[in-house]
């Protein structure tokens, strides 16, 4: 089992693994920002000024040192853009993969080249045939 786990381990499945991770979260990021400091506040703006992340519903207000206790809806309908972004980067990256795998599936194969066998019984038929 743990010469099966090294083999898995070093075939690069799990480094690949890890860039992915490390790519992803580099991008979430990326879109995050977009997100929230190039999209956001031209919508906020539309719609009279409105900050999203101060978009809340206050449950119970603030008593002495306990803060109050607040609904941030505004944070949620920004993770939800984030969200929608990110699934359709994804899906375009996953539409272009599926895209250029079937185009390399459907290139037909060259034909094998032909045995030594096969090419000794080649010459001897065309030496019949003169």
């Known amino acids: ?30 879109i995050t ?3 929230n400091d190039i999209l ?3 919508i906020g703006l539309l719609l009279g000024n409105v900050d ?12 002495g040192e306990i803060p109050a206790v607040t609904w941030n809806y505004g944070m949620f309908i920004q993770n939800i853009i984030d969200f929608v972004i990110i699934a359709f980067c994804i899906f375009l990256v996953v539409k272009a993969v599926q ?4 185009k390399k599936a459907e290139a037909p194969a060259a034909p094998p ?5 096969e090419k000794l019984l ?9």
């Open 52 to 63: 999203f992340k101060e978009l809340k519903l206050v449950l119970k207000d603030a008593a």
């Open 113 to 117: 080249e032909p045995t030594n066998q």
């Open 33 to 35: 920002s977009l997100v």
């Open 1 to 30: 089992m743990i010469k099966e786990f090294k083999e898995f381990a070093i075939k690069g499945n799990v480094i690949d693994l890890a860039v992915a991770v490390i790519i992803g979260g580099a991008f979430g990021k990326i």
């Open 40 to 42: 956001m506040p031209p």
């Open 122 to 130: 080649m010459e001897i038929r065309d030496l019949l045939k003169k």
């Open 99 to 102: 895209k250029a795998s079937r």
